[in-house]
């Protein structure tokens, strides 16, 4: 999933500035799960936003909606009946995918209440942890399920390094040596011999070279 | 501010803090009538949402009632109910509330007269706080 966590409030309040009504947009996907930006996160920032401004004499009229999915065209047009004329601004608590779905369908003022992070998973309950690069070109089937290319801090694709030391990397003792990972599960699969060919530099066009990324799927096209 | 009554709210764990406000009750104890008392399930059922919204919605103080540590009904609960308190406490502090209207307490349900005692004293505590920022009016700046 899409790992997220929301800004500090001091400075959602500054983005939100003067708004007197704002739409607070939460998503039921990504963020949802990773406890960022749900229907639950809606109602605590919400609450949070309408007693700060109350105590400063400046009341803010909000409006609590959670979408199934913000980076969907059809779940983000059922926003619509609640974009009133008197809405000052939205409020986003997707990723930033979610944020720039809803200014691209609405002519208003779209705010982001989070910070997106990573794509990742839970490690434990209230942890998250990166796991994916998004390169574009999975590498996973050569080095045992473990990625090097996020979970090594210089992505190297023949390691380990010279960093490596203990099972740890230089970069942070906190965590495991990406390479050290790779090898270990390697040999408990008795599949050392694959880390014996040599990787070819990675071919980064698939990544973020050349612009946005597309995938387009002409059987599920419906026009 | 002589005359402030402040208006206390309690989420209290029905296995422990609730007994207990019922065995003051049997006991005849006073405590003050500023607490206003709602029965959860576990007090690790407390929200940071509804702990928001009591303020919202009027109140000066509120206060969660969790089992004696290690004796939640549902093993950790009250442990949780700590955790959210500790968080609820830093964003009160940050929207101007003032993280020191919340707290939690660990009580079993022999508790009664310490049940009573917590109320006077968070009551007392409230009331030289004075009232919640939202309830003072126009002139809270």
Redesign the interface.
């Known amino acids: 999933m899409i790992v997220a966590e929301q800004k500090p409030?001091?400075e959602i309040d500054k983005l939100i500035g003067e708004a007197k009504k704002i739409l607070v947009v939460g998503c039921g996907g990504c963020v949802t799960v990773c406890l960022a930006g749900g229907e639950?996160e809606v109602?605590?920032l919400a609450?949070?936003?309408?007693?700060?401004r109350?105590?400063?004499?400046n009341p803010l009229e909000t409006v609590e909606v959670t979408l199934t999915r913000q980076c969907d065209p059809e779940y983000v047009q059922q926003l619509e009946k609640y974009v009133t004329d008197d809405v000052d601004l939205i409020l986003s608590l997707a990723c930033g995918v979610g944020v720039q779905y809803l200014a691209e369908r609405y002519n208003k003022w779209v705010v982001p209440a989070l910070n997106t992070k990573f794509a990742g998973g839970s490690i434990q309950h209230g942890v998250w942890e990166e796991r994916c690069g998004l390169c574009g070109e999975c590498i996973l089937y050569k080095t045992g399920g473990i990625c090097p290319i996020i979970r090594c801090s210089k992505s190297i694709l023949n390691g380990p390094c010279g960093g490596s030391q203990n099972g740890r990397c230089e970069v942070n003792k906190d965590t495991p040596c990406a390479w050290q990972l790779i090898y270990d599960r390697m040999k408990a699969l008795g599949k050392l011999d694959l880390l014996l060919e040599i990787q070819p530099p990675k071919d980064w066009s698939y990544a973020r070279d050349g612009g946005p990324r597309k995938v387009v799927r002409e059987d599920v096209m419906i026009e | 501010m002589a005359d402030f009554e402040p208006k206390i709210i309690i989420f209290s764990c029905f296995y422990c803090g609730y007994s207990a406000a019922d065995l003051a009750g049997s006991l005849r104890l006073q405590y003050p009538a500023n607490v206003r008392l709602i029965e959860m399930p576990c007090s690790g059922k407390t929200?940071?949402?509804v702990l928001?919204?009591a303020?919202?919605r009027g109140a000066d103080g509120v206060y969660v009632v969790g089992c004696m540590e290690g004796d939640c009904h549902f093993l950790k609960g009250n442990i949780r109910a700590k955790k959210r308190v500790r968080y609820v406490k830093k964003?009160l502090d940050?929207?101007?509330?003032g993280g020191e209207r919340l707290e939690m307490f660990n009580l079993s349900s022999s508790m009664g007269p310490r049940f009573a005692e917590v109320a006077r004293e968070f009551t007392e505590k409230i009331r030289k706080l004075g009232p919640s920022?939202?309830n003072k009016g126009?002139d809270?700046?």
């Open positions: 409030l001091a639950k109602g605590i609450a949070a936003l309408r007693i700060k109350k105590k400063e004499g | 929200d940071a949402r928001l919204e303020f919202e964003l940050e929207i101007g509330i920022p939202l126009g809270c700046r």
